[in-house]
């Protein structure tokens, strides 16, 4: 395990992510990543091979881009350029243009400081992370390595349909028999990648639509708006009386929505609407939803009244899709709001996920209000303990804690104590129907790591 934390000097838990302009998110590593993904992915000298990029509205795409777009075309490879495109819409142009690889630079939910790259092989799926390591191998070579000669240096060409493309490819998800007319939909775009085309494609079903976040400048993506801040959602549909709100995150591969009265609705619940709705139309596949360790409980035993199974994975967007591939599922996500619906997307898209919910709202004609509480959440706490070192989790007196935890929710309830994938943090998750036990739980398993972290 040690061994392959310190190949991957780069890629996290989802793709190279970083502070603009400070290692790793620089314009050296980006040249790096095109140069050593080219070379990767450009396998058959007989043809050309193509690369597609996409990316979100912060000023220093800039610069990353750019830098892509040299790595790759002093390999060989010709490069489409989309411009401000979400995440979703770049996997799909990915295997709908035959490319070899395609890129997105952004930095999803995170503050316009950050940026970074996610990658998507042919298939439209996120590279594994054997694929990532491999890319990985080349980065460090020398930058003379593998170049091609002059004439078959790479062309460069930009796409200027790319999002009618993707606005015509969602539309198509909504039932073809529906419309939206006599809706208002107050839909947040995080002054980011979907700032265009998620109006547009509302409005074209036939919505009456008041866009927020749509003045990108560069730096005021996912600033107190988007998924991550969704007050200014929940005001602008008590204002407009709207029927309901969506709020995307910088690259609109996740979504928060909200009811009528400005209630929000996670991710979980989305999830068990969209399930029994297609259930009940033979439509859901894989005999259920697929969620990570982080989804509550309710939602476990919802799915399973329904005579489904849910099956959990780790937290991570690329694990939840993993299991959905390998069970043959076409629902999955997370709390957070990453929605997979793989009959339309290889990974998670807020617009698209948005849609279903409303096709459930126009197909029962009910209220947002009375379809969002598809199941009673048993009560769930977490807390984050910080630490400055070492491996708190093998303290004996914390793997005691936990073990006494686990025994005192005796099957009523769930434990998951979890190291963050990207801070010096350990989580503590607990859920069960007695909420002072939770509660209780959470607070002698914390104070067990908060000892362990000072020694």
């Given at each position: ?205 036939g919505a009456e639509v008041m866009p927020l976040g749509v003045a990108p400048t560069g730096f005021n993506i996912n600033e107190e708006c ?230």
């Amino acid at each position: 395990m040690t061994k392959a934390k310190t190949q991957r000097r780069y890629f996290g838990t989802d793709g190279i992510r970083g502070r603009a302009n400070t290692h790793p998110m620089t314009a050296e590593v980006a040249l790096r990543v095109g140069l050593a993904a080219g070379k990767l992915f450009r396998r058959d000298p007989d043809r050309r091979h193509l690369v597609v990029i996409g990316k979100d509205t912060r000023l220093s795409g800039y610069m990353i881009e750019p830098a892509l777009v040299a790595g790759f075309t002093s390999v060989g490879m010709d490069v489409r350029l989309f411009g401000p495109l979400p995440t979703p819409a770049v996997a799909m142009m990915t295997r709908s243009m035959r490319a070899d690889l395609g890129v997105m630079v952004s930095a999803s939910h995170n503050s316009s400081a950050d940026n970074g790259i996610k990658l998507f092989g042919p298939d439209g799926y996120k590279l594994s992370d054997e694929r990532e390591s491999e890319i990985e191998s080349f980065m460090d070579e020398g930058l003379q390595d593998g170049l091609a000669p002059p004439l078959d240096l790479g062309r460069v060409t930009r796409i200027d349909d790319a999002q009618a493309r993707y606005v015509e490819i969602a539309k198509a998800t909504f039932p073809r028999q529906l419309t939206l007319n006599g809706l208002r939909i107050v839909i947040d775009c995080a002054h980011g990648a979907a700032y265009k085309v998620a109006p547009l494609a509302l409005y074209e079903l036939g919505a009456e639509v008041m866009p927020l976040g749509v003045a990108p400048t560069g730096f005021n993506i996912n600033e107190e708006c988007g998924s991550t801040h969704p007050e200014a959602m929940m005001r602008a549909v008590k204002e407009y009386r709207a029927d309901i709100g969506i709020a995307l995150d910088g690259d609109a591969d996740r979504l928060t929505v909200c009811d009528e009265a400005g209630r929000v609705v996670d991710g979980d619940q989305i999830m068990a609407l969209i399930a029994k709705a297609w259930a009940d139309k033979d439509q859901l596949r894989g005999g259920g939803v697929v969620a990570t360790i982080m989804s509550n409980l309710g939602f476990q035993r919802f799915v399973e009244g329904l005579g489904l199974s849910l099956e959990r994975t780790q937290v991570g967007d690329r694990y939840v899709v993993e299991r959905m591939r390998k069970g043959g599922f076409n629902l999955g996500g997370e709390p957070s709001g990453h929605i997979v619906l793989s009959d339309f997307s290889t990974t998670g898209d807020g617009l698209i996920a948005a849609l279903q919910v409303l096709a459930v709202m126009v197909q029962s004609g009910r209220r947002l209000s009375e379809l969002a509480r598809q199941f009673e959440p048993v009560p769930q706490r977490m807390e984050n303990v910080r630490f400055a070192g070492g491996e708190p989790l093998k303290a004996a007196h914390v793997k005691a804690a936990i073990a006494d935890g686990e025994a005192r929710l005796n099957g009523a309830g769930r434990l998951v104590v979890r190291a963050s994938g990207t801070e010096p943090l350990i989580r503590v998750m607990a859920e069960g129907d007695d909420e002072a036990l939770v509660k209780a739980v959470i607070r002698d398993i914390a104070s067990a790591v908060r000892e362990a972290a000072l020694v």
